[in-house]
């Protein structure tokens, strides 16, 4: 049997870790994915069928059950061939069934906009994960060995995937404690995100490899000299901090390279709790200790039950080190996360911490359960699942984990819903503190509430949180407790915004319009819609793009048709409107689309308006219908192009993704000042994961006048990526 689909390499992990029987149904299931998936390439041009059994190689390798290694081969079958799930539910058992099923459920998870999609598929996730946390193991798996090819994909596709990576799927692989997972996925993330930061460390790391390696030998055999005549046969290892790791430092809290005190770091590896407190005083005697860099998971674990004691130390030569001291069982988990339970077959003790560490995933089904909005859900795996975490205490010593950046007021939602509603005001070790206080780990927070009746939250605290949870528990609150004001705040504020966007309705028009979009948000009345906008529920600034294409196609139809549409033609042409010639046409009044901005070079087309003459648009623009000849109203789409004697400049609105950091701005300032291009307008905001979003107007001089700007811009260190705004 040849190798070339890996196959002979997964079937000898295979035999070192399964029972024949096992073997022999995974050899079955493999044989039935080899021939369903007969013909069906990958981006890569490789037979499909390598995909799943690189899944199932990676399961493997984290010792999960046979069943799981069967439901990878299997987990593309129901979606992409042929096979039906009743077909695998027969031969393969329910079980199996069962995950291949959640496995097709998850599909994908976008990143933003087709919200109600992005509501469903986690929604799906978030089941599937309570029924068996298998499930997104095995999707865990899929995805990384798509990381791992995903540059046969095309350059769109592979940001997308990345950043969607880094967002949805290395969190959980956070929050199930599966580091080897995780780690990986981050790197793969911004090697394709940023490949010139992620050249630049992996360039730094590799920069004194040899010398880096002897250091950290020299170190670990100084130690091992040392604990083991305190402790038996300690297990001493290190390594190097993860690429992502450093990159988050560097460009996301603007660190030098040689700020960075945990590059390096060794891990102890002992018997007992006792040892590990042991081991820390043996360290923390024969290295100085850095002050406020010692951190105790094992009397405080994170969420993913995560438990080790952190130390950052210094040692003769100068350089700081990190120490990671912990018992075996406590590595097995750092490791594997929850594959830990089917690896090292834990036991009962085991099922329980699966149990503990899957409360969170109720939690968030509870969380969706309350929520109105798909953005909470959306928010609460992009947010909540965030790897850095603050450790409160209450005054009683019990201890609260938060995101960092929450506050009192999400403190006290973590401890109940009553305790926030109640919430008064709060002190922080002892010393009352204004609302918006931001907690840090350690600091002792005590809740002052009041039974006072009708007491409640403020809707101000809405913009304060920083947790989902806490943000769908004050908006129940405003749901239950204030439904008169909700009507009251909802219908001013659809009222304030048709005005701000100048939509004009009757009275019987206005009740009609907004029945319809109450509708479209299946709420049964209008006044539940209006609740759900007072009190947050829905967010009536989101939905005005598609209102105003409502409003636009009700103002169309209830125009007077005329049998014959005209064209007014202006006195005098103004200078915006020289150099476009439209077919049939002579002397009309011509307008650019704001939508798209057509520049000299580009296709475009015409759209013949009711009484504004002739507007131009680029022929890929969104508002321009694919099949002209099938669309609504075809007889007002028009031929148009360019004067060839055209000698104009015109305006373009670039979107350049960036890296955050000081300084870029006036680099691509300095960079368009270079090139003699005048800027007119620049808007820019930081966003998550540490980038930031400039919208920047510009006078160019056509299409490809356009094209040469963004490739320099695109060439700046720190640029991730440049796009014209509008096509």
Do not use: C
């Given at each position: 049997m040849t190798d070339e689909i890996g196959y002979v390499e997964l079937r000898e992990k295979l035999v070192k870790n399964f029972?024949?029987?096992?073997?022999?149904?995974?050899?079955?299931?493999f044989n039935f994915?080899?021939?369903?998936?007969?013909?069906?390439?990958?981006?890569?041009?490789?037979?499909y069928i390598i995909h799943p059994v690189k899944v199932a190689s990676i399961l493997v390798d984290l010792c999960m059950d046979y069943?799981?290694?069967?439901?990878?081969l299997l987990h593309d079958t129901v979606e992409d061939t042929d096979v039906s799930l009743e077909k695998v539910k027969n031969d393969y058992g329910e079980d199996?069934?069962?995950?291949?099923?959640?496995?097709?459920?998850?599909?994908?998870?976008?990143?933003?906009?087709?919200?109600?999609?992005?509501?469903?598929n986690i929604r799906k996730m978030l089941l599937a994960m309570s029924e068996d946390i298998r499930v997104i193991i095995i999707k865990l798996a899929d995805r990384l060995h798509n990381m791992r090819t995903l540059e046969f994909m095309r350059p769109q596709k592979r940001r997308d995937k990345a950043l969607e990576t880094l967002e949805i799927y290395a969190p959980l692989a956070h929050r199930l404690g599966i580091r080897t997972i995780k780690e990986e996925l981050e790197d793969l993330a911004i090697s394709?995100?940023?490949?010139?930061?992620?050249?630049?460390?992996?360039?730094?790391?590799?920069?004194?490899?040899?010398?880096?390696?002897?250091?950290?030998?020299?170190?670990?055999?100084?130690?091992?000299?040392?604990?083991?005549?305190?402790?038996k046969e300690p297990k001493i290892a290190g390594r190097i901090k993860s690429v992502h790791g450093i990159y988050r430092k560097m460009y996301m809290q603007n660190k030098d390279f040689g700020e960075i005190y945990d590059i390096y770091a060794v891990r102890i590896i002992v018997d007992s709790v006792i040892d590990c407190y042991n081991c820390l005083g043996v360290i923390h005697d024969m290295f100085t200790p850095i002050p406020g860099r010692f951190k105790d998971y094992i009397s405080t674990p994170k969420p993913n039950m995560y438990q080790s004691l952190h130390t950052t130390v210094i040692g003769k030569e100068g350089i700081a080190f990190e120490v990671q001291?912990?018992?075996?069982?406590?590595?097995?988990?750092?490791?594997?996360?929850?594959a830990a339970h089917w690896k090292y077959k834990l036991g009962e003790n085991s099922k329980a911490k699966i149990d503990e560490r899957l409360a969170w995933v109720r939690q968030l089904l509870e969380t969706q359960q309350e929520s109105d909005t798909v953005e909470d859900i959306?928010?609460?795996?992009?947010?909540?699942?965030?790897?850095e975490e603050v450790f409160v205490f209450t005054p009683k010593g019990d201890v609260f984990p938060l995101p960092a950046g929450a506050t009192v007021i999400d403190f006290a939602y973590a401890i109940h819903s009553a305790v926030g509603n109640k919430m008064v005001g709060a002190k922080v070790d002892g010393r009352i503190v204004p609302i918006d206080s931001v907690v840090k780990t350690g600091q002792i927070i005590e809740i002052l509430t009041s039974s006072q009746q009708g007491k409640g939250?403020?809707?101000?605290?809405?913009?304060?949180?920083?947790?989902?949870?806490?943000?769908?528990?004050?908006?129940?609150?405003?749901?239950?407790?204030?439904?008169?004001?909700?009507?009251?705040?909802?219908?001013?504020?659809?009222?304030?915004?048709?005005?701000?966007?100048?939509?004009?309705?009757?009275?019987?028009?206005?009740?009609?319009?907004?029945?319809?979009l109450a509708e479209r948000q299946h709420m049964p009345n209008v006044e539940d819609f209006y609740a759900a906008i007072g009190y947050g529920g829905i967010s009536i600034i989101k939905m005005m793009p598609q209102i105003k294409e409502s409003y636009t196609k009700l103002v169309k139809v209830s125009e007077p048709v005329a049998d014959e549409i005209t064209v007014t033609a202006p006195r005098k042409k103004s200078k915006g409107s020289e150099g476009v010639i439209v077919e049939n046409i002579d002397n009309c009044l011509i307008k650019f689309a704001h939508c798209c901005n057509p520049l000299p070079g580009d296709e475009i087309i015409g759209f013949i308006t009711r009484g504004h003459g002739v507007s131009i648009h680029n022929r890929n623009c969104p508002n321009v219908p694919q099949d002209i000849e099938n669309c609504a109203e075809p007889a007002r789409w028009v031929k148009a192009l360019w004067d060839s004697n055209l000698k104009e400049d015109y305006n373009a609105t670039l979107s350049v993704v960036c890296i955050d950091k000081v300084g870029l701005l006036a680099e691509i300032s300095g960079k368009f000042a270079e090139m003699r291009v005048m800027i007119h307008s620049v808007n820019m905001r930081s966003v998550k994961d540490g980038r930031a979003i400039m919208n920047v107007t510009i006078t160019v001089g056509g299409a490809e006048h356009l094209k040469s700007v963004m490739a320099k811009i695109q060439k700046i260190d720190g640029v991730l990526l440049v796009e014209r705004a509008g096509i």
């Open positions: 029972t024949a029987e096992e073997v022999e149904k995974i050899d079955k299931a994915a080899r021939d369903a998936h007969d013909g069906q390439l990958r981006y890569s041009g490789q037979p069943q799981s290694v069967v439901a990878a199996v069934a069962k995950l291949v099923d959640g496995v097709t459920k998850l599909g994908k998870v976008p990143l933003s906009t087709r919200e109600e999609e992005q509501a469903e394709f995100l940023d490949p010139v930061g992620y050249k630049e460390i992996e360039t730094k790391l590799g920069n004194q490899m040899e010398e880096r390696q002897k250091f950290l030998e020299e170190i670990k055999v100084k130690i091992k000299d040392r604990i083991s005549t305190v402790i001291i912990r018992t075996w069982e406590m590595h097995y988990t750092a490791e594997y996360g929850i959306v928010s609460t795996i992009k947010s909540d699942f965030v790897p939250p403020s809707r101000d605290w809405l913009k304060i949180v920083k947790t989902s949870s806490a943000r769908t528990k004050i908006r129940g609150w405003f749901k239950k407790e204030r439904r008169k004001e909700n009507i009251e705040e909802g219908r001013a504020e659809i009222e304030r915004e048709f005005r701000r966007n100048k939509i004009i309705l009757d009275n019987a028009s206005y009740e009609e319009f907004v029945k319809a």
